[in-house]
């Protein structure tokens, strides 16, 4: 989920400038660095949660990102909440078999009293991750991070490690231009995660500088109830750019 595009829409439309994150630092690109693959177990572990029905939990400083998926169904409901500078947003989503839904909450705009969902064009969607929507069932982008994590141990079932966040074009709220702020450092963000006794993803946290994200995993199996909004408008033109799809 690209919480950045979401904290964006909360300081762009309470007037604020600008937006939530800067560009790269200066000094030009941190120099590349020796790394080894991650172990298979961690990869697995991230990779089996495209195979069950699962419940997920994402936090950090601006907020949370929860729900529920069920990737054989093809079945997400979900919901980002976030504070700026005094203001706070909740986004919806629901998407069931290709069809998407969106209901904002707390946009300080005319004609948006929180209580309206609207459709999603998916083919206007141009951003992978935008609103947790992804081809590969992954709301979080728990794969694409796992996939950049090198230098992981395994004791018991605990992992540690680093990841290389230039490779990752967001986690939680951080992009990949506030990840390069922190210059060479960007390559080797202390990371812990956990699975259960079916090696399957349970926890990860990402030590980033000043705003730890961690998610959690659980309900594996369980049922996800998902309806269609009934009455849903089209989404308005202006709010495809505004929530970065």
């Known amino acids: 989920m690209r919480w950045s595009a979401v904290v964006g829409v909360v300081l762009v439309a309470a007037g604020m400038a600008g937006c939530t994150g800067g560009g790269p630092g200066g000094g030009g690109a941190a120099p590349r660095v020796s790394v080894r693959a991650s172990p298979s177990g961690l990869a697995a572990g991230a990779g089996g949660l495209a195979l069950s029905s699962y419940r997920f939990r994402v936090t950090a400083n601006e907020g949370s990102y929860a729900g529920a998926i069920d990737p054989i169904a093809d079945v997400l409901d979900a ?12 986004i919806d ?13 707390g946009l300080p705009l005319p004609g948006f009293d929180g209580g309206t969902w609207y459709r999603v064009d998916p083919a206007r969607v141009t951003r992978p991750g935008a609103l947790g929507l992804s081809a590969i069932k992954d709301p979080t982008g728990v794969q694409a991070l796992v996939a950049a994590t090198h230098d992981v141990t395994r004791g018991g079932r605990k992992y540690t490690g680093t990841v290389d966040m230039t490779r990752v074009a967001a986690w939680g709220p951080v992009n990949v231009g506030q990840v390069l702020q922190l210059g060479d450092a960007a390559r080797a963000v202390p990371f812990e995660a956990a699975v259960d006794d079916r090696d399957r993803l349970t926890a990860l946290t990402v030590n980033i500088p000043g705003d ?3 998610a959690t995993y659980s309900d594996f199996g369980g049922p996800v109830t998902v309806e269609e909004p009934k009455g849903a408008e089209p989404l308005p033109d202006h709010l495809y750019g505004m929530l970065g799809l």
């Open 79 to 90: 919901s980002v909440s976030v504070s700026s500078g005094g203001n706070s947003l909740k």
């Open 93 to 105: 989503t629901v998407s069931v078999r290709g069809a998407v839904y969106t209901r904002l909450t």
């Open 212 to 214: 730890t994200v961690a």
